[in-house]
């Protein structure tokens, strides 16, 4: 499965010698993030561009301008007029399942395993970069009047002009399902670049929907490769992508306004007294990265962005500790990217969102398998909740964040003792609705049974 890897020098990286064998031998750490800037956030500088909450609200502009066309289009979405947005709730049984006493906070989740159409956190990034190219596209087709109504695009004429271009994209499978679902659901043609990883059930969703899927031998960062090259030569193409993209980024960034709001309707405050403790599940890094900027930008020094990893695909972990650059691969420290977290079998970093996250992240923890199994179980058995593999890496932050040598002294340095009755600590529940019944079924028989 995994392609062939040629040996290469060990990267440069800012580690302690202990932390580079917990990385190489596969066993769970939490790592502080040394850079991380105090004080509030305005902005961050990505691929020679500064971003900023404007940013952040013109993707939820963008949303919001085709809600009305989504709801036609989506049967799923007519009861809510077009939005896509997912539950903000507590988790008190799930907490005390997993150990995490009240005096140290308490466990929310925010549900974006809930998430219409797409099932996962996709449809927020993936979303909004094909909504953000189809009103290109219909501005140069000339489908938008003067006053910018989008109403004409959901007509028989404008699918016709969609149909004459390509939205492809490289994917281990989520991402693929967001994308391809939504671009064909425009009219699009839309071409899904599978990875090895990719779960079977994902790609005949997609093939149901007349989205082609290729498949390759070999991993994320090959297919993302393979997709690119496809569409380089074409103008009517637009590749989505993962590894670079800034409206992936502020599609899933978009969240977090609304995100706020529910923390104010459930009345939980967050403020250097009650600190937001946010553990979200990371791949290539770029819905993590959107989510933690706006999070930075909306409660500054008071939220702290926890990225979790599976341990055989601590791609983001390396890529902070490395050298800003070309991120290092998981095969150069001996690691096989080898995980059922799917949607976290990542090889390498995106640099962009590592160029975000330096001065912003707060710590990076690797979760085993193991681990991410028997708390899928849990979740399902103390709340009900449905989650795929990779969706339950946040369930494992707390216990490395208050467990951990790198955790409590993070809470020293940052003199978040006193403040943890108040805490909130946040899972990110990242993917799960359109999980068939025997594949989750799959899963729970997978949890360790002394767990
Ligand atoms: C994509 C995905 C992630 C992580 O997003 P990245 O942008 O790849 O870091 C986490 N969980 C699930 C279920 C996903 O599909």
């Given at each position: 499965m995994t392609a062939f890897h040629e040996s290469r020098s060990l990267p440069s990286l800012d580690a302690s010698p202990a932390d580079r064998v917990a990385i190489s031998s596969r066993t769970p750490l939490l790592w502080a993030n040394p850079a991380l800037a105090a004080g509030p956030v305005h902005e961050a500088r990505v691929e020679g561009r500064t971003i900023s909450l404007v940013d952040v609200q013109g993707a939820r502009d963008r949303f919001a301008r085709f809600a009305p066309l989504l709801a036609t289009t989506f049967p799923d979405l007519a009861g809510t007029a077009g939005v896509i947005e997912s539950p903000l709730r507590a988790v008190p049984d799930l907490q005390a399942g997993l150990g995490l006493a009240p005096e140290h906070g308490a466990l929310w989740i925010?549900?974006?395993?809930?998430?219409?159409?797409?099932?996962?956190?996709?449809?927020r990034g993936g979303f909004h970069e094909v909504l953000e190219h189809a009103e290109r596209v219909a501005h140069r087709e000339g489908l938008i009047d003067a006053e910018g109504s989008?109403?004409?695009?959901?007509?028989p004429a404008a699918r016709a002009v969609f149909a004459r271009h390509t939205v492809a994209v490289g994917s281990t499978g989520n991402l693929g399902l967001a994308i391809g679902v939504m671009a064909a659901a425009l009219g699009f043609r839309a071409v899904v670049h599978m990875s090895a990883d990719a779960k079977a059930w994902k790609k005949t969703r997609l093939r149901l929907r007349g989205v082609e899927v290729v498949e390759h031998a070999g991993d994320y960062a090959e297919a993302c490769a393979a997709g690119r090259r496809a569409v380089a030569a074409d103008a009517r193409s637009h590749f989505v992508d993962d590894e670079r993209s800034l409206s992936l980024l502020l599609g899933y960034a978009a969240a977090v306004p609304h995100l706020r709001q529910q923390f104010e309707a459930a009345g939980r405050r967050v403020d250097a007294e009650h600190p937001l403790f946010v553990y979200l599940p990371c791949g290539v890094g770029g819905a993590p990265a959107g989510i933690a900027f706006a999070l930075k930008l909306l409660f500054g020094p008071a939220v702290h962005c926890v990225f979790l990893e599976p341990v055989a695909s601590p791609c983001f972990l390396l890529g902070m500790m490395?050298?800003?650059?070309p991120a290092p691969d998981v095969y150069a420290l001996?690691?096989?990217?080898?995980?059922?977290?799917d949607g976290l079998a990542v090889p390498r970093a995106s640099e962009p969102a590592l160029e975000v996250m330096r001065p912003l992240l707060a710590a990076a923890g690797t979760v085993r398998d193991d681990t991410l199994f028997a708390h899928l179980q849990l979740a399902f058995d103390t709340e009900g909740l449905r989650v795929e593999p990779s969706a339950?890496?946040?369930?494992?932050g707390p216990q490395l964040l208050l467990g951990s040598e790198a955790g409590q002294a993070y809470l020293a340095r940052h003199r978040l003792h006193a403040h943890l009755p108040q805490a909130t600590h946040l899972a990110?529940?990242?993917?799960?609705?359109?999980?068939?019944e025997a594949e989750y079924q799959g899963f729970l028989a997978r949890a360790p049974q002394d767990a």
């Open positions: 925010k549900a974006d395993h809930l998430l219409p159409v797409a099932g996962s956190i996709k449809a989008l109403d004409a695009l959901g007509t490395a050298p800003p650059g001996g690691l096989d990217n080898r995980t059922e977290a339950a890496a946040g369930f494992g990110w529940t990242t993917g799960g609705l359109f999980v068939p």
